[in-house]
T-cell receptor
Framework: AQSVTQLDSHVSVSEGTPVLLRCNYS??????LFWYVQHPNKGLQLLLK??????LVKGINGFEAEFKKSETSFHLTKPSAHMSDAAEYFC???????????FGTGTRLKVLA | ETGVTQSPTHLIKTRGQQVTLRCSSQ?????VSWYQQALGQGPQFIFQ???????GRGNFPPRFSGLQFPNYSSELNVNALELDDSALYLC??????????????FGPGTRLTVT
């Protein structure tokens, strides 16, 4: 069975400092992995996706994530946080070619001025 | 390119009533998925529609049902509403080709409150 664990429910960083949001997954097959962001009272926006191509994936707004099969991890990073990055972030796993997304419980990112 | 749209934005219903939520897919997409997001939680998969048929279902009772129309828009119907049905309902559209499902794009959601 597939599952996703987001290791931190809340992360606080100062503006201009690096961001690290941690995600571990479990999947029996070759997974597709995604990061989505949700701003308050908004829908979900796709940040980036991994679908078995390059292990280092670059997304929008300066975010990137690295797929590490040996560690079953897909952590999201950004070199320098901006106030507008404050939001809820979800790590998602989907078996390649299937229909169902499994969401993590989310990490709330707070950016301090 | 038009994104995923949902209607209504908000609605309030009474326990026991029925509700219909609507979703229009992004242009070029042929698959629609529905999710329930309770307050403070991640979205939970309800079901997916492809070629007007249900193509997978999560752990939701039969009183949650749906439709997909020839233009790929979709409806989510919930009968006999319960207080725990209060949530943000998200619709996502995607493209499915030759057995491959691509990334999903989400609408802004419908906030349902059951009193």
């Amino acid at each position: 069975a597939q599952s996703v664990t987001q290791l931190d429910s809340h992360v606080s960083v100062s503006e201009g400092t690096p961001v690290l949001l941690r995600c571990n997954y479990s999947s029996s097959y070759s997974p597709s992995l995604f990061w989505y962001v949700q701003h308050p009272n908004k829908g979900l926006q796709l940040l980036l996706k991994y679908t078995s191509a390059a292990t280092l994936v670059k997304g929008i707004n300066g975010f990137e994530a690295e797929f590490k099969k040996s560690e079953t991890s897909f952590h999201l990073t950004k070199p320098s946080a901006h106030m507008s990055d404050a939001a809820e972030y979800f790590c998602v796993v989907s078996e390649a070619g299937t229909y169902k997304y499994i969401f993590g419980t989310g990490t709330r990112l707070k950016v301090l001025a | 390119e038009t994104g995923v749209t949902q209607s209504p934005t908000h609605l309030i219903k009474t326990r026991g009533q029925q509700v219909t939520l609507r979703c229009s897919s992004q242009s070029g997409h042929n698959t629609v998925s529905w999710y329930q997001q309770a307050l403070g939680q991640g979205p939970q998969f309800i079901f997916q529609y492809y070629r007007e048929e249900e193509n997978g279902r999560g752990n939701f009772p039969p009183r949650f049902s749906g439709l997909q129309f020839p233009n790929y828009s979709s409806e989510l119907n919930v009968n006999a509403l319960e207080l725990d049905d209060s949530a943000l309902y998200l619709c996502a559209s995607s493209l499915s080709l030759a057995g491959m499902a691509y990334e999903q794009y989400f609408g802004p959601g419908t906030r349902l409150t059951v009193t």
